[in-house]
C-alpha cells in the first residue's frame, strides 16, 4: 500500500509530462483548437440562436469532407498525393446506394463491408501504379481520378439509389446529449479505430520514415514501396468511408460529389500536415474541415454573397499557412 | 562452412569481386579479408572503387561475380537488412536517421533496443541524449554519433564506418576512435574507410588498397605505413611531357604591385571552410586540390555568388566585393563551370540558345534581343571550343564532353575575365580533356584568371601554374608547378608533410589543430607543429 502512494505523485508528474511533452509536439493542432474556438464564438455572435440543432446539423454536413481529409493525410504523410479522392468517394457512394436501395439490414451491412474492401482495392491499385511505373503520383492519381469518376457515371449517372435507414439512423440526432451529435461519435470512433493503433504500430513508423526521407528509410530496413502502397491503400479505405457518409447524409448514391479532391487537400494543408511528406496527422485535417465550414456558416449568417465566401475561404487558409510557417521560421532563428 | 583455402578464421572473406555499369568498369577484380577483431582499413583514391565495394558489401548493389563469405557462410544481400541479417552493418556518410521522428521511434523501426544504445551513447560521449528528441533538431554531429550507437547496439559481426568522422568535432572523433580501437582482439571486426590517415594510422591494424577496381596490396599498418599505402594507391605514375612552361611568364607578369583580379582574406563558412586566404592573378591558373568534401564546394559556392561566407571578405580588383546572387558575382567577373552540367545548362534547349543566355539576361539587356550580334558571339565561340554541332538542336543529345564545352563557350562568348572550374573534366573523355586544358591555357595567356579545382591531381601539372591545397577547410600548402607531381600532392591532400614524423607526432598534432579546446586534449608534443599554415 505504502509503494501505491508512492507511485501516485510520480504517476501524475509522468503524465504531465507527457501532456507538456504532446501539446509542444502538437502546437499546430492546439493553434487551430483555439481558432475553432473563435469561429464557434463568433457564429453565437452573429446568430445568437445558433445551438445544439446548429451543431448536429454541421456535424452532418462536414462528415464525407472529414474522411476525405483523413483519406488524403495518410498518403501525403507518406510523401504521395492522391488526386482521386472525390472520385473514390463517388464510386463508394453510388455502388452502396445501388446496391442498398430496397434491401434488407443484414444485406445493407455486407454492402458496407464490400464497399470499403472495394475502396481498399482501388486505393492499393492507385498505389501499385505509383509504385510500379515510378510514375509522378500527382499524373497517375489524376489518370485514375478520371477512371473511377466514369465508372461511377456507368453505375448510376444520375443521383439514385437509397441508403438503407440504418445508415441514415447512425450518423443523425444526437446521443443522448443534444449537443453531441451522433455523426461526430461515428466520426471520431471509425477515426481512432483504425489510425491510433495504426499510428502506434511499426507500419505507422514506416509510413512517416518513408514520407519523412525515403532514403533514410531504406537503410533503416522499410520496405519502401510495399509501405506506400499500404498508404494509398488506406487512403482508398477512407475515401470509400466518406462516399458512404455521402449516400448516408444524401440518402442518395452522388456520382459527381463536387469538389472533395481539392477540398482534401486544403484541408490537410490547414490542418498542419507538410505536403513534403513525414509530418502531421489527421486530427489537425479533422479540426480543419470544421473550422472551414464553420467560416462558411459564419459568411452566410453575417449575409456575404455565397461567392465571396468561397474567396474568403481561400484567404484563410493561405493567410493561416503563411502564419505558421513564419512562426516556425522565427523559432528555426532563434 | 568448412573452407579449405587456407583461410578458415576470417571473419569476411570477399574475393574477386567485379562490377560493370554498361561498359565502364567499377570494379575488377577486389578482394577484401578481414579478421575477427581487427579493425581494417578500405582505402583508394577516387574512382578505384571503394564506394562500389561498399555498395555490395551493404545490400544497396548486386556484383556481377565473385565471392563473399561472413563466418565462412555465402552472403549475399539485397538490401540494407539482409546485410544486417547477414552480420554486416554500416554507418553512412550521411545519417540515416528519418528527420521527423524522435530518437526511440528511429530505434523502433530498426527493431533496436533503446538501452544497449544508451549505453553506447554514454560511451561515446552523449550520456544525457533525450531519446523523446526529434532527430530534426538535433545537431549533426550528434546524430553521427546516434547513427554509430544505434550500429554497435545491434552487435554485427562487422561494423562497417564509411567516413564516419568526417562531420565530427575533434573531443567526439577521439571518443569515436577510443570505442573503435576496443574492438580489437573482441571476436568482431570493423571496416574503417576514411581519408584521413592520421586515423588510420591511430585505429587500424591492416589496411586493404583498391587502384582501378582492383586490390593492389594489404598493408599491416605500422610506423611509416603511411607512404606505402600511399604509394599503392598511386601506383606507376605515367610521367607527362606535357607540364606547364608558362609559370615563368604568369609569375613575371606578377608584379611586386600588381593588384590580384580575385583575392580572398580569410573566408570562413561555417565549420566547413575556415579562415581561407589566397590571391588568384589576371593570366595564371590557379590548381586547388582536396579529397572530397574538405570544404571546396563551400569555397565555390561563395566564390560563385550562392552562399554567403560567415565571415572574411572578397576583393576583386582590390575592391571589397560582397555577393547576394550569382548575378554579382558574374557582374564582378566571376564566372561559374560546375562540375554538373546539368546545372549550368537549358538540356532540352539548343546550343545556341545556352551559349547565348548569359550574355542576354544582363540587366538592361531588355527588349529584343541583337540576333545577328549574337549569332556572331556565339559562332565565335562555338569556333574556339571546337564544339561538334552536329547535335545542337538539344544540348543533352552532346556527349559529355560537348556538353561541358558548351557551359565554359557560354562565358566565353561575353568575353572572361575570371573563371570558376569546378573538376571540369570530370567524366569526359580524353581527347576533349586535353581542348580543355588547351583552352584554360589560352584563356590565361589573353589575360583572363582561372581558379581551377580538380579531382585529378595530375591535371595539375597539366594546366596549372601553382596549387594551393586545402584540408579540413583550410589552406594546408601552396604547391609550385614544378613541385606538383602526384605524390606531392597526395600527401599534401593526406595533410602529411614531407619529412618523417613519428605517428604518435602526427596524432598530436592533428589533434592541436583540430581542436578547439586545448584543455580538453592533452598535448604531448613540446614544439607547435606547423600543420594548418598555408
New interface residues.
Given amino acids: 500500500m505504502s509503494a501505491g502512494v508512492g507511485t501516485v505523485p510520480g504517476r501524475r508528474a509522468e503524465f504531465v509530462e507527457a501532456t507538456v511533452?504532446w501539446a509542444r509536439?502538437n502546437t499546430w493542432t492546439l493553434g487551430l483548437i483555439g481558432l475553432l474556438i473563435v469561429f464557434l464564438a463568433l457564429t453565437k455572435m452573429l446568430q445568437p440562436n445558433y445551438g445544439a440543432p446548429g451543431i448536429q446539423g454541421l456535424a452532418i454536413s462536414i462528415l464525407p469532407i472529414a474522411f476525405a481529409a483523413v483519406a488524403q493525410a495518410i498518403v501525403v504523410i507518406s510523401g504521395g498525393i492522391d488526386l482521386s479522392v472525390g472520385p473514390m468517394m463517388a464510386l463508394a457512394s453510388v455502388t452502396s446506394a445501388v446496391l442498398m436501395k430496397d434491401q434488407g439490414d443484414p444485406f445493407g451491412v455486407a454492402v458496407v463491408v464490400g464497399v470499403l474492401l472495394l475502396g481498399i482495392a482501388v486505393g492499393a491499385i492507385n498505389g501499385a501504379l505509383v509504385v510500379i511505373t515510378k510514375v509522378p503520383d500527382i499524373v497517375v492519381t489524376l489518370a485514375t481520378s478520371f477512371v473511377w469518376a466514369g465508372t461511377a457515371l456507368l453505375i448510376l449517372n444520375t443521383p439514385g439509389g437509397g441508403a438503407a435507414p440504418w445508415l441514415m439512423a447512425i450518423i443523425s440526432g444526437p446521443l443522448g446529449n443534444p449537443w453531441l451529435p451522433k455523426a461526430l461519435v461515428v466520426l471520431a470512433v471509425v477515426v481512432a479505430v483504425v489510425w491510433i493503433p495504426l499510428r502506434r504500430s511499426?507500419f505507422g513508423?514506416?509510413l512517416?520514415?518513408v514520407?519523412?526521407?525515403p532514403?533514410?528509410?531504406?537503410?533503416?530496413?522499410?520496405a519502401v514501396g510495399p509501405t506506400k502502397i499500404v498508404a494509398y491503400a488506406l487512403t482508398g479505405f477512407f475515401s470509400a468511408l466518406g462516399g458512404l457518409a455521402l449516400t448516408a447524409t444524401g440518402g442518395v448514391g452522388a456520382p459527381v460529389p463536387g469538389s472533395y479532391t481539392l477540398q482534401s487537400v486544403a484541408a490537410i494543408v490547414l490542418g498542419g500536415v507538410s505536403l513534403a511528406g513525414?509530418?502531421g496527422g489527421v486530427l489537425g485535417p479533422i479540426i480543419a474541415v470544421i473550422v472551414l465550414a464553420l467560416v462558411r456558416t459564419d459568411l452566410f449568417f453575417a449575409g456575404v454573397d455565397p461567392n465571396w465566401s468561397t474567396a474568403v475561404q481561400g484567404a484563410i487558409l493561405i493567410g493561416v499557412v503563411m502564419f505558421g510557417s513564419l512562426v516556425a521560421m522565427r523559432k528555426v532563428r532563434a | 562452412m568448412h573452407e579449405t583455402d587456407g583461410a578458415p578464421d576470417l571473419l569476411l572473406n570477399a574475393t574477386d569481386i567485379a562490377k560493370h555499369y554498361g561498359a565502364v568498369v567499377a570494379l575488377r577484380s577486389a578482394s577484401l579479408a578481414v579478421r575477427p577483431g581487427e579493425v581494417h582499413a578500405l582505402m583508394g583514391a577516387n574512382g578505384a572503387g571503394k564506394s562500389t565495394l561498399v555498395k555490395i558489401l551493404t545490400g544497396g548493389v548486386r556484383p556481377d561475380h565473385g565471392s563473399i563469405l561472413v563466418r565462412g557462410r555465402p552472403f549475399a544481400a539485397r538490401s540494407p537488412t539482409e546485410a544486417r541479417r547477414g552480420g554486416i552493418v554500416s554507418v553512412y556518410q550521411e545519417p540515416s536517421l528519418i528527420p521527423d521522428l524522435d530518437v526511440r521511434s528511429n530505434l523502433r523501426l530498426t527493431q533496436t533496443q533503446p538501452e544497449p544504445v544508451r549505453h553506447w551513447l554514454a560511451e561515446l560521449g552523449l550520456p544525457d541524449l533525450d531519446l523523446a528528441d526529434v532527430v530534426r533538431d538535433l545537431p549533426l554531429a550528434t546524430l553521427r554519433i546516434i547513427d554509430l550507437a544505434r550500429a554497435l547496439a545491434m552487435e554485427p559481426a562487422i561494423l562497417m564506418l564509411d567516413e564516419m568522422t568526417a562531420a565530427l568535432p575533434a573531443n567526439l572523433t577521439e571518443r569515436v576512435l577510443e570505442v573503435i580501437g576496443r574492438m580489437r582482439g573482441t571476436d568482431r571486426s570493423v571496416i574503417f574507410i576514411s581519408h584521413r590517415l592520421i586515423e588510420i594510422g591511430a585505429v587500424c591494424d591492416r589496411a586493404t588498397v583498391l587502384r582501378e577496381g582492383s586490390t593492389v596490396g594489404v598493408v599491416d599498418v605500422t610506423e611509416g605505413s603511411e607512404d606505402r599505402i600511399v604509394a599503392l594507391m598511386l601506383g606507376d605514375i605515367v610521367r607527362s611531357g606535357t607540364v606547364v612552361q608558362s609559370e615563368a611568364s604568369a609569375v613575371a607578369a606578377r608584379a611586386a604591385d600588381a593588384v590580384p583580379r580575385l583575392s580572398a582574406r580569410n573566408l570562413t563558412v561555417g565549420t566547413k571552410l575556415t579562415d581561407v586566404s589566397f590571391d588568384l592573378y589576371q593570366g595564371e591558373v590557379l590548381g586547388v586540390v582536396a579529397l572530397e568534401g574538405q570544404g571546396q564546394d563551400e569555397l565555390f559556392d561563395v566564390l560563385s555568388g550562392s552562399e554567403r561566407p560567415t565571415g572574411g571578405e572578397l576583393l576583386v580588383d582590390g575592391d571589397a566585393r560582397s555577393f547576394r546572387h550569382p548575378a554579382d558575382a558574374i557582374r564582378a567577373g566571376l564566372v561559374y563551370v560546375p562540375a554538373d552540367r546539368a546545372e549550368a545548362l537549358l538540356m532540352q534547349r539548343s546550343v545556341r540558345e545556352n551559349i547565348a543566355l548569359p550574355f542576354t539576361t544582363r540587366f538592361g539587356a531588355w527588349g529584343p534581343i541583337d540576333l545577328r550580334g549574337e549569332r556572331k558571339k556565339v559562332d565565335g565561340a562555338i569556333a574556339t571550343l571546337q564544339i561538334d554541332t552536329r547535335a545542337a538542336g538539344e544540348v543533352r543529345r552532346l556527349s559529355g564532353g560537348n556538353q561541358q564545352k558548351v557551359t565554359i563557350a557560354r562565358w566565353v562568348a561575353g568575353g572572361v575575365r575570371t573563371m570558376l572550374c569546378f573538376d571540369p573534366t570530370r567524366g569526359i573523355d580524353i581527347g576533349t580533356k586535353q581542348q580543355i586544358y588547351q583552352l584554360l591555357r589560352d584563356l590565361a595567356a589573353a589575360g583572363a584568371a582561372v581558379l581551377l579545382y580538380t579531382s585529378e591531381l595530375k591535371e595539375v601539372q597539366l594546366a596549372c601554374d601553382r596549387a594551393i591545397v586545402i584540408f579540413g577547410g583550410r589552406i594546408v600548402a601552396e604547391i609550385a608547378v614544378a613541385d606538383a607531381d602526384e605524390p606531392t600532392l597526395l600527401r599534401a591532400a593526406y595533410d602529411l608533410r614531407p619529412e618523417e614524423l613519428m605517428p604518435e607526432e602526427i596524432a598530436s598534432a592533428a589533434v592541436a589543430v583540430e581542436s578547439a579546446d586545448p584543455a580538453a586534449v592533452a598535448v604531448e608534443s613540446a614544439d607547435p607543429p606547423a600543420v594548418g599554415q598555408p
Fill in positions: 511533452a509536439r511499426t513508423l514506416a512517416y520514415a514520407g519523412s526521407h532514403l533514410a528509410a531504406f537503410r533503416s530496413g522499410i513525414g509530418r
